[in-house]
């Protein structure tokens, strides 16, 4: 049996792998600034979260929601303190695409309405729902269409209000992410952010704040969308969530019930899973992550914004999206990996991702500014 043929692979096999380096079968060593689409959060094999997962595997590696599982309540106490969202509550599952799933199934049962709005260049998943609300007719299937979404340009308030006029009694959910990812490393802007919330609250919309990839403290804040001053009604999250251990969720408002079945899942929240998120969390804060992601994140970008060959720079954090001038539009990724052994990523119009682990370091952002002008400067 061969595999379904599906994803554009890099031809390296990756076998080894800690802190912002991984290696190759060959033992040749690459920087990390990607993390596998923003996924590594504290690094590589970090010693506490490799523990953490090593010391569970003693106890119980997995038993179904149909008992306690003790460790989900310490995650949902501990991801309360990080976020400073103590008052709302912590569903479980495995993916950002399951997140966000439940989220807009769990604002139509609040709302009893069908409408969702979405954005011009969203990314929210791959799974029924959250295809439909992302902006990308090709993994769209037929089954997937909707006449339920409503597509809207990004950061566009007048299109915005204008459609709340219009369809507002009917409108379930917007979903938004605070940062684009896929979408290119475009920020939703704090007005835009602060309509959202305003017309949700007035035509009793529920506001999803979509941090599967912007979240978990990338942007500089916890959550991209705490950066507005505003409070979503639930936030999705996975990628940096376990650092590499397939773990997702939602946080929830105090506004919703909690009903018996209206929600479930084999798999999310268990023992394994929640070891891993909670390790996560722990070395997050331990080490001032969030804080390092904001300070050297804030050097990568302005660094970049002074090599003229860069045509524009965007993002927040160690979120961080570039365009290049030509002849270098195509070529310098491939060049990063192929010449200097760098891992990056990419998105739409041509545009370099930078997503590196949160425990960069200034040296290993040096590193990479080193690679870059030897490859710019090279051939200009």
Request: hydrophobic letters at 40%; a neutral charge; aromatic letters at 10%.
């Amino acid at each position: 049996m061969n595999l379904f043929d599906v994803y554009s692979i890099q031809q390296i096999n990756i076998t080894k792998a800690k802190g912002s380096y991984v290696w190759d079968e060959a033992n040749v060593k690459y920087l990390d600034m990607y993390g596998g689409h923003a996924v590594i959060s504290i690094g590589h094999l970090h010693d506490h979260w490799q523990k953490a997962l090593k010391d569970q595997l003693d106890k119980i590696a997995f038993y179904s929601n149909s008992i306690i599982i003790k460790l989900q309540e310490q995650l949902a106490h501990q991801l309360g303190e990080a976020s400073g969202k103590e008052d709302y509550r912590l569903f479980l599952c495995n993916s950002g695409a399951e997140a966000n799933e439940n989220a807009i199934k769990l604002a139509s049962f609040y709302t009893g309405r069908k409408k969702v709005v979405s954005f011009s260049g969203a990314f929210h998943g791959r799974t029924s729902l959250a295809v439909a609300a992302t902006d990308n007719p090709a993994i769209i299937a037929p089954v997937n269409y909707s006449g339920d979404i409503i597509r809207l340009p990004f950061n566009d308030e007048h299109a915005l209000t204008e459609c709340f006029i219009k369809h507002g009694d009917e409108i379930c959910a917007v979903i938004i992410e605070g940062i684009q990812g896929v979408g290119g490393i475009y920020e939703a802007g704090t007005s835009f952010l602060q309509a959202i919330r305003k017309l949700c609250d007035q035509y009793g919309s529920i506001y999803i704040a979509d941090s599967v990839q912007c979240g978990y403290g990338r942007s500089g804040a916890f959550f991209s969308h705490d950066i507005a001053g505003v409070k979503a009604d639930i936030y999705t999250m996975a990628k940096g969530m376990g650092n590499g251990f397939p773990v997702a969720g939602i946080i929830i408002s105090p506004k919703f019930e909690a009903k018996k079945g209206m929600l479930g899942t084999t798999f999310g929240g268990n023992h394994l899973a929640c070891a891993a998120a909670i390790a996560v969390l722990e070395v997050i804060q331990k080490e001032n992550l969030i804080e390092n992601a904001a300070t050297l994140g804030q050097y990568i970008i302005n660094r970049l914004k002074s090599y003229p060959e860069v045509r524009s720079v965007r993002g927040r954090g160690l979120m961080i999206g570039f365009e290049m001038n030509e002849p270098f539009t195509t070529t310098l990724k491939s060049d990063l990996l192929s010449i200097c052994k760098i891992f990056t990523g990419e998105a739409k119009n041509n545009t370099i991702r930078l997503l590196p682990s949160l425990a960069l370091t200034r040296k290993e952002a040096d590193q990479f500014f080193t690679a870059f002008e030897s490859l710019i400067y090279t051939q200009s």
